[in-house]
């Protein structure tokens, strides 16, 4: 298993402040500070089962830093194709877990066409971020970590970039035969699952403007977007200045540094969602990010409202 237990704790210090039970499944705990090391380490362990002996992937983000730690723990090499754009830490950090990280064009998508080429060899395995059943399969064990645990919990609360996560996890809680709700939550400009479910369209959207690019996914997955007739699921969108707040507040509440896309779904504690009424314990899924530094959240704190 690629992936680790983690933690889910009580917070005292939100509950009080929302009224409702406050758990926090601390993902950002994770090898690779994000909850991405479920999904993709399970579909890297699938894959290397198969038969692949090299694993492909175009994220300069998490799911790219998950690529390469897994491929280490697998023992199986990996080549991460990324932009020109990619900032420079995110390179060492896959480069620090062994992988080849090799610079290709000037946006995602030329480094992504590269990838895919590559990964058409017939002994390679292209990792995608969040649609692929394996990884979904991999996401879904935080439902059983949920369970497990024995809280009786009747809400989580989750971002959404391109519905990985989500659908995971619902299909985690189908599988255990519940029907808890669900409330997604993204920042305005990469709102592709909130765009989707309000116009009842599987939309794709024309650019990414939000600075929470881990959930910059245009188009959230098929699945995802079937999931909101299948399920309870609650979608909410806020702004980008107040996840980075949100971000700062649970630094100095729970001394965890996480990425705005995580801080999304914080504020749904912190701006006291009105999903959280009438619940008695709901689940929030810290999700993390490797992503950001102490100088980086200092300069999001600088954003204009
Ligand atoms: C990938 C990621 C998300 C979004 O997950 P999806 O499966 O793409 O919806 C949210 N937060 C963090 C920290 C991530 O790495």
Not at 160 to 189: F, I, N, Q, S, W
């Amino acid at each position: 298993m690629i992936h680790i237990q983690t933690p889910m704790l009580h917070s005292a210090l939100l509950s009080a402040q929302v009224g409702t039970n406050i758990w926090l499944k601390m993902d950002a705990l994770q090898p690779t500070a994000s909850f991405k090391a479920r999904g993709v380490g399970h579909a890297c362990t699938k894959y290397v089962e198969e038969g692949a002996t090299l694993l492909v992937s175009s994220s300069g983000g998490n799911a790219g830093l998950a690529v390469a730690y897994s491929s280490r723990q697998l023992g199986v090499p990996a080549t991460i194709m990324v932009p020109k754009v990619t900032p420079q830490r995110a390179i060492d950090l896959m480069r620090a877990e062994g992988a080849t990280v090799q610079i290709e064009g000037e946006s995602w998508l030329e480094a992504h066409t590269e990838a895919l080429k590559l990964a058409e060899s017939p002994e390679a395995a292209y990792i995608h971020p969040f649609d692929d059943p394996y990884v979904w399969e991999g996401h879904s064990t935080l439902a059983d970590e949920f369970v497990a645990s024995g809280v009786p919990f009747d809400g989580v609360i989750l971002s959404v970039g391109g519905g990985g996560m989500l659908t995971g996890v619902v299909m985690g809680l189908k599988r255990h035969g519940l029907d808890v709700p669900v409330l997604t939550m993204e920042t305005k400009g990469a709102d592709s699952f909130y765009t989707a479910v309000t116009t009842n369209e599987h939309i794709t959207l024309p650019e990414i403007t939000s600075i929470a690019n881990t959930l910059g996914a245009k188009q959230v997955a098929a699945k995802a977007f079937a999931l909101r007739n299948e399920h309870p699921i609650f979608s909410d969108v806020i702004t980008d200045k107040t996840a980075v707040d949100a971000c700062a507040r649970f630094l100095d509440d729970h001394r965890l540094l996480v990425e705005p896309a995580c801080g999304a779904t914080l504020l749904a504690v912190y701006g006291k969602n009105s999903f959280l009424e009438g619940k008695k314990n709901v689940i929030v899924i810290v999700c993390g990010g490797a992503g950001i530094t102490k100088e980086t959240l200092e300069g999001f704190l600088q954003m204009e409202a």
